[in-house]
């Protein structure tokens, strides 16, 4: 994936949220006076082709059918934006925060800030599946997801993958690339580990366990989402975890691999909005909100960017129904249980240090 398109990927803002508090004084560029005396919401987003996306089938159709405008934010990330809207909390300087996990949980436990939501509020959150609304506690709502899945070169690998327990098969040694906890998917590969062995999410000791047998094994543990590109065209490694939409990106380029959702589900990356309890344009972000979750928007955006939207109502169409694992196939790990931070920590002084 090259560098427009190293945006889409909902992970990529597993930074540490502490070390966005230094800057966020002006990110939003239009003061919530100017906002409250004219018809802008500010909300954020990642660049690149998903910006592009988000703007045509989203952004666009609402600001025609509302007269509002969107200010739009793509700078940062979403433990900065976070940090604007606590530190701003009074006048908030961005009405709309657009958030990704494991930032998410760090928002939802933060008192004072966003509104909790209903479907009064948001109507069309009648339309949402639960995992991307009720696992947030009602005080965020899902967009869109990333699944996270098995990788294979198909030139490599006669017997494609189809359980999560094949990256353990002996065969595999020395050609298997792995997240670290700077790309994405590193957390959710330790309670897959631990629900093969007996654990889950709240019992991740049979995962440690089985994580430290496999390192040996894994022939690198990429800390971006750009390593695995040139080790997959050259055919050094042939098989792994990864996000879908990067998977299939690489294959357009003519690389033989394909994505498989293991039968135990795929994980998945969620965006999801946060509403400012004192956003000067509260109702207008709510509308949009309402608008960006109804079927249209939905169809239209998850189909052009093939990713998976939260609408249970829309349908996909043409390579995307063939490329996008649905909801009835996710891994639904309720990360309430746990505390994401430690298991980032333990990861990197365990498995990959």
């Known amino acids: 994936m090259n560098a427009s398109q190293t945006s889409v990927h909902f992970s990529a803002s597993r930074r540490r949220f502490a070390s966005a508090s230094a800057a966020t004084a002006t990110i939003a560029g239009f003061p919530a006076i100017v906002r409250a005396q004219t018809k802008t919401i500010t909300t954020t987003a990642f660049g690149g082709i998903y910006e592009k996306h988000y703007?045509?089938?989203?952004?666009?159709?609402?600001?025609?059918?509302?007269g509002f405008k969107v200010n739009l934010i793509t700078t940062g990330g979403a433990d900065q934006w976070l940090t604007s809207a606590i530190v701003n909390r009074a006048?908030?300087?961005?009405?709309?925060?657009?958030?990704?996990l494991p930032v998410t949980h760090t928002a939802i436990r933060t008192d004072g800030v966003f509104l909790d939501l209903d479907e009064k509020l948001i109507p069309n959150a009648s339309q949402i599946d639960p995992l991307f609304f009720d696992y947030f506690d009602r005080k965020a709502i899902g967009f869109n997801y990333a699944p996270f899945g098995l990788f294979y070169r198909t030139d490599q690998i006669r017997n494609a993958p189809s359980s999560w327990s094949d990256l353990w098969r002996a065969e595999?040694?020395?050609?298997?690339?792995?997240?670290?906890?700077?790309?994405?998917g590193a957390e959710e590969t330790?309670?897959?580990?631990?629900?093969?062995n007996g654990g889950g999410v709240t019992n991740l000791d049979p995962g440690w366990a089985a994580l430290r047998k496999l390192k040996p094994a894994v022939q690198r543990f990429f800390k971006n989402n750009?390593?695995?590109?040139?080790?997959?065209?050259?055919?050094?490694?042939?098989?792994?975890?990864?996000?879908?939409?990067?998977?299939?990106?690489?294959?357009?380029?003519?690389?033989?691999?394909?994505?498989?959702?293991?039968?135990?589900?795929?994980?998945?990356?969620v965006l999801s909005f946060h509403v400012a309890r004192n956003a000067p344009q509260r109702?207008?972000?709510?509308d949009f909100v309402n608008f960006a979750l109804s079927k249209t928007p939905q169809e239209g955006f998850g189909n052009a960017i093939e990713y998976g939207v939260c609408n249970r109502e829309a349908v996909f169409?043409?390579?995307?129904?063939?490329?996008?694992?649905?909801h009835s196939q996710l891994?639904?790990?309720?990360?309430?249980k746990v505390d994401i931070a430690k298991i980032s920590e333990r990861f990197r002084r365990e498995i990959t240090s």
Do not use: C
């Not at 330790?190 to 093969?196: D, G, H």
């Not at 003519?254 to 994980?267: D, H, I, L």
């Not at 891994?331 to 309430?336: A, V």
């Open 55 to 66: 703007r045509t089938h989203v952004i666009e159709p609402w600001e025609k059918r509302s």
């Open 91 to 100: 006048r908030p300087e961005i009405d709309l925060p657009f958030l990704s």
């Open 172 to 184: 595999h040694a020395g050609k298997i690339l792995l997240p670290d906890t700077t790309s994405g």
């Open 190 to 196: 330790v309670v897959i580990a631990a629900s093969l």
């Open 226 to 269: 750009n390593e695995p590109v040139p080790i997959l065209q050259r055919g050094e490694a042939a098989i792994g975890a990864w996000y879908s939409a990067r998977v299939f990106m690489l294959k357009d380029t003519g690389v033989p691999v394909e994505f498989v959702t293991p039968k135990e589900g795929a994980p998945i990356g």
């Open 283 to 286: 109702d207008a972000a709510l």
């Open 317 to 326: 169409t043409g390579r995307a129904r063939e490329r996008v694992t649905p």
């Open 331 to 336: 891994m639904r790990i309720d990360w309430r």
